[in-house]
């Protein structure tokens, strides 16, 4: 699905008035259990305590433009530390220019517009059948939380992680197995301090989930949920598509339940949450087969 496309879906959401944690608080009263979670950027929930510290204490420096900060080294470790393969880093503003640096040292034809640049789609080895081949050049850098590295083109891994933090509160980062195709990459952009500490801050937070993250907690929401998605760790696959999921997605809603409003796109489960939230789930299976 393009962009558009999916923010249309979204928009099916009443107004908001706050975010807490993995719940969302409609203007109208109304309370939605978010399994969405912004295709793996709220898989931590809606934070503040602590982001909203670091973020107000480098308003209150100043250092909200592009200036040479040691937060920088810091956050290439902190990113180095998560994904141990990782021998170098770069850091770029957007994803749009990762990309750009990406192709330019592998040689391929990455997809832009509707493709990758839109969808953040979370690639799983096992359930996209590239599990024992190298996969095409387009989905070759993608890493996401809990998957795995994939092979380069041209030789070495190389990976894009997607950031637990709100789109625009961070910078791209690129990791290399190979130093080597570091050094051919293109350099780093100055990124803005402020941005370096909020995602030194989601990349603890997320050190600490993983810390937590057991599989029996997982586990709670295949009793409710095995009908309508496969899961697999924390990721829950769909089982229908098109206008079936279509009419997933609004019957989940109505029942306080947000999804991914893209088929191709896997809910995540909910770092909090008591059975009587995702309960209205078992019910739902019904609506794969309505007409």
Not at 12 to 34: S, T, V
Not at 259 to 266: A, E, H, R, T
């Amino acid at each position: 699905m393009t962009r558009r496309e999916i923010d249309a879906r979204m928009r099916r959401l009443p107004p908001l008035r706050r975010a807490r944690f993995w719940r969302l608080y409609a203007e109208d009263g109304r309370r939605f259990l978010d399994l969405a979670q912004d295709g793996g950027r709220g898989i931590l929930g809606a934070r503040s305590k602590g982001l909203g510290s670091a973020i107000k204490a480098a308003l209150d420096r100043g250092l909200d433009r592009p200036l040479p900060s040691r937060l920088e080294a810091r956050l290439v470790k902190a990113a180095m530390a998560l994904w141990p393969k990782a021998r170098a880093a770069r850091l770029y503003l957007g994803e749009k220019d990762a990309l750009a640096s990406i192709a330019g040292i592998t040689g391929s034809a990455l997809p832009t517009g509707a493709g990758l640049l839109d969808v953040d789609f979370i690639l799983d080895p096992a359930r996209t059948g590239y599990a024992n081949e190298e996969p095409p050049p387009s989905l070759a850098f993608i890493l996401r939380p809990f998957a795995k590295w994939l092979p380069s083109p041209k030789g070495g891994e190389i990976a894009l992680p997607l950031l637990p933090l709100a789109r625009g509160l961070g910078p791209t980062v690129v990791l290399f197995a190979d130093p080597s195709m570091a050094e051919k990459a293109a350099p780093s952009d100055l990124i803005p301090p402020l941005l370096l500490a909020s995602a030194l801050d989601g990349l603890s937070a997320l050190a600490d989930y993983e810390a937590k993250a057991r599989e029996e907690d997982w586990l709670r929401m295949d009793r409710r949920s095995s009908a309508l998605f496969e899961r697999r760790g924390p990721w829950l696959y769909p089982r229908g598509s098109g206008a079936e999921y279509d009419r997933i997605f609004d019957a989940a809603l109505a029942k306080g339940l947000l999804i991914s409003p893209d088929p191709d796109l896997p809910s995540i489960v909910p770092g909090d949450f008591d059975d009587g939230e995702i309960a209205p789930l078992a019910s739902l299976a019904n609506t794969i087969d309505s007409p």
